[in-house]
Nanobody, 119 residues
Framework: DVQLVESGGDSVQAGESLRLSCVVS????????MGWFRQVPGNEREPLAS???????SVADSVKGRFTISQDNAKATVYLQMDDLQPEDTAIYSC??????????????WGQGTQVTVS
């Protein structure tokens, strides 16, 4: 089974940084894409950043310049570095794994999420 486990969520003050981690297991595709999302209860899930097996990254305009996605293939881990956090960044952050079809990342597997609270 494919499993994604996020960690690193915390309660921080505005202006501080956090690094979220997503450890992936059981995913056997040689080409893949990974992404980070966030969701506030009652709102739609917001895509934040993605990275593929070639290392190409994409970051949403809403967090560009503050959030960075990276990966460590040896550790099967994807990271989301979040700097200058603001109260509006408070949400549940989740990672997802998928494949690239028709030049788009199709996410099929999701983690449980980790809470980030900024005050």
């Amino acid at each position: 089974d494919v499993q994604l486990v996020e960690s690193g969520g915390d309660s921080v003050q505005a202006g501080e940084s956090l690094r979220l981690s997503c450890v992936v297991s059981g995913y056997r595709y040689s080409t893949y894409c990974m992404g980070w999302f966030r969701q506030v209860p009652g709102n739609e899930r917001e895509p934040l950043a993605s990275i593929d097996s070639d290392g190409r990254t994409s970051v949403a305009d809403s967090v560009k310049g503050r959030f960075t996605i990276s990966q460590d293939n040896a550790k099967a881990t994807v990271y989301l570095q979040m700097d200058d956090l603001q109260p509006e960044d408070t949400a549940i952050y989740s990672c997802a794994a998928g494949v690239i079809l028709d030049s788009r990342c199709r996410f099929a597997y999701w983690g449980q999420g980790t809470q980030v609270t900024v005050s």
